[in-house]
C-alpha cells in the first residue's frame, strides 16, 4: 500500500526524466492533479490526460525537453514528508534558486506556486522544490 502519493508521482517523473520518456502514467490524486498542473504552466511538462480504467484513474503527462534532448527538470525534490512536515509563511517563500526555481506549497486557498503564494499573502506546506 502507498502511503506517499506526491512522492511517487515527483519520483516517477524525475526518473522519466533521466531515461529521456516521452510520457509517465502517475496514480491520480487531486493534490498530484494541482502539481502537474503547475509544472506545466511552470513550462517543466508539456502536458497531461486523466484516464480511467475501472475505477482506476491515473495521469498520463507528456514530458518536456530543449532543442539538445536534455529534460528542462534539473531537480526535483520533495520537502515535507509523511515523517517531517515543512511549513513556511508567505515572505519565507518569496523566492528559490533567485527566481529560477519554484517551490509547490499546499496553502488554505489550494495547492499553488511559491511566486503566487506570495502574491496571495498566504503560506502552509511545502510540498516540493524544482528547478
Do not use: H
Amino acid at each position: 500500500m502507498m502511503t506517499d502519493v506526491v512522492a511517487d508521482s515527483l519520483a516517477r517523473i524525475k526518473n522519466a526524466a533521466n531515461r529521456r520518456l516521452d510520457t509517465t502514467e502517475l496514480m491520480f490524486s487531486n493534490t498530484v492533479e494541482s502539481i502537474v498542473k503547475i509544472l506545466i504552466d511552470k513550462g517543466y511538462l508539456e502536458s497531461y490526460k486523466i484516464n480511467e480504467k475501472g475505477n482506476i484513474k491515473t495521469i498520463a503527462t507528456t514530458l518536456k525537453y530543449d532543442d539538445n534532448g536534455r529534460s528542462l527538470i534539473t531537480e526535483l525534490k520533495k520537502i515535507s514528508k509523511p515523517g517531517r512536515r515543512v511549513y513556511k509563511g508567505a515572505k519565507e517563500i518569496k523566492s528559490f534558486k533567485n527566481g529560477y526555481g519554484s517551490y509547490i506549497v499546499s496553502t488554505s486557498k489550494g495547492v499553488m506556486a511559491n511566486d503566487d503564494a506570495y502574491k496571495n499573502n498566504v503560506g502552509g506546506e511545502v510540498l516540493c522544490s524544482i528547478w
